[in-house]
């Protein structure tokens, strides 16, 4: 649970609860351990045919038999004092709550209970920023080892883990963690879920990228250099929906030419060609209130994807509508005042 509540927390623990939820795991949300302490971010409740089948091939695949899963954000940091309280919650899984029985009662029927549980419990903490003071400079102390790429382990009676997706290798069982990466594995992380129709593991990038830092996810969408593959049908919605609530994206747009182009699909094209005119249109009207008809028609008119780019640019740094070169004749010009 962060320090600092971003839409970060509520987006990335709705998906994980679905996630979970459609290999039939039992999982809840916002589990509370100790009545003055926060919440578990995900409690994950698995038996041994999840463990043996449904979790074998996923980065999921050390959980036992109950499972605190803790999610920190781009803002929110693995300190050392959050480590403490979330190994403290996790540790408390194992205590049952009692009513209506005595204080000694309650006393050695929870010790029993827990004891016989530590050992089926594990904490995984997902830190989307590393944590170096507790892997490198704290190491010795907290003793995590490095099991692979990007997954930390420490061999203790409860099962502590840290997890950094940004390490993560590109492998289908990391993919349900890579949507928290960030950086060149985000960007080889999109490439491949536009080119094999990866939806759902696009649809968090582009719903936690929005809610965290947007020019993170659209950059690194309209920035893969090697995006030469055909775009499925299935992702257009997905891309469509990312633009809409990211119109300024379009304005890198050139960088999906390629794969616009051998996609073969001119009512897409048609499609995007009109979004296009309606956000440099709409960002020309935010500077320039007073802008002509004939202006609009012009733009309407031109079909040139650069073009339009080039005048999206334009837009962006001009001072006065003088400044933009809209490629208009001084005979059009005067007809359309």
Request: charged share 25%; glycine share 4%; with cysteine.
């Amino acid at each position: 649970m962060t320090s600092k509540h971003e839409p970060f927390d509520d987006t990335a623990k709705a998906f994980y609860h679905r996630w979970f939820k459609n290999w039939g795991i039992a999982v809840e949300t916002e589990r509370e351990v100790f009545s003055r302490s926060r919440k578990i971010d995900l409690v994950v409740t698995c038996t041994d045919t999840d463990r043996s089948s449904k979790l074998q091939n996923t980065v999921f695949v050390h959980f036992r038999q109950l499972n605190a899963l803790e999610l920190k954000g781009i803002h929110d940091p693995l300190t050392v004092d959050e480590y403490n309280l979330i190994v403290m919650r996790a540790d408390g899984l194992g205590v049952p709550k009692y009513k209506n029985k005595s204080a000694s009662t309650h006393q050695e029927d929870a010790k029993t209970r827990k004891s016989q549980l530590l050992n089926e419990i594990t904490v995984t903490i997902v830190c989307v920023t590393r944590p170096n003071k507790i892997l490198n400079e704290l190491e010795k102390a907290y003793r995590f080892v490095k099991k692979e790429a990007g997954i930390y382990h420490c061999d203790d009676v409860l099962g502590k883990w840290i997890i950094h997706p940004s390490e993560l290798d590109l492998v289908p069982k990391n993919y349900p963690l890579l949507p928290l990466a960030r950086g060149d594995k985000l960007e080889q992380f999109i490439s491949l879920c536009v080119r094999e129709g990866l939806n759902d593991y696009l649809q968090l990038i582009i719903d936690v990228g929005l809610a965290t830092d947007p020019e993170l996810i659209w950059h690194k969408i309209l920035e893969v250099k090697q995006m030469k593959y055909q775009i499925r049908e299935e992702t257009w919605p997905v891309i469509d929906q990312f633009f809409r609530e990211m119109p300024e994206a379009i304005g890198k747009l050139p960088t999906f030419q390629e794969a616009l182009a051998s996609t073969q699909k001119q009512g897409i094209q048609q499609g995007l060609q009109q979004g296009v005119h309606h956000v440099v249109i709409r960002q020309l009207r935010r500077k320039f209130p007073q802008i002509t008809t004939g202006l609009v028609q012009h733009i309407e008119a031109t079909s040139d994807m650069e073009q339009l780019d080039n005048w999206l640019d334009q837009i962006m740094s001009a001072n006065e509508l003088a400044e933009i070169d809209f490629n208009i004749s001084p005979q059009n010009q005067d007809s359309q005042k």
